[in-house]
């Protein structure tokens, strides 16, 4: 299994992002998928998950209606929509890759794989 993150970079606070993450290796329609992020010195913590189907999203407290997570089933792709940044959304994002049950995790330890991170700065 391979989740390959790309997307990140480096914008102005008020920018906007679009992170992606491709899936291989594994029936990426029967996966809920999730966005986490990691600071330095910090945990990681959830940011976005969308169900198998796309039909179910859930966001963390701070996105606040700034992000917006989707996904491609046939592309075997999901996609976190980054806007309104500041500063305090730099960080590693990740994707992982969760077997179907009935409940989204939002967790990091319920999650089966994931992928290598792609940065994201934001400069004030």
């Known amino acids: 299994v391979q989740l390959q993150a790309s997307g990140g970079g480096l914008v102005q606070a008020g920018g906007s992002l679009r992170l992606s993450c491709a899936a291989s290796?594994?029936?990426?329609?029967?996966?809920?998928m999730g966005w986490f992020r990691q600071a330095p010195g910090k945990e990681r913590e959830f940011v976005a998950a969308i169900s198998w189907s796309g039909g179910r999203q859930y966001y963390a407290d701070f996105v606040k209606g700034r992000f917006t997570i989707s996904r491609d089933n046939a592309k075997n792709t999901v996609y976190l929509q980054l806007n309104s940044l500041n500063p305090e959304d730099t960080a590693v994002y990740y994707c992982?890759?969760?077997?179907?049950?009935?409940?989204?995790?939002?967790?990091?330890?319920?999650?089966?794989?994931w992928g290598q991170g792609t940065l994201v700065t934001v400069s004030s």
């Open positions: 290796g594994l029936t990426f329609s029967i996966y809920h």
């Open positions: 992982a890759a969760r077997y179907t049950k009935v409940i989204v995790p939002t967790t990091p330890r319920e999650y089966d794989y």
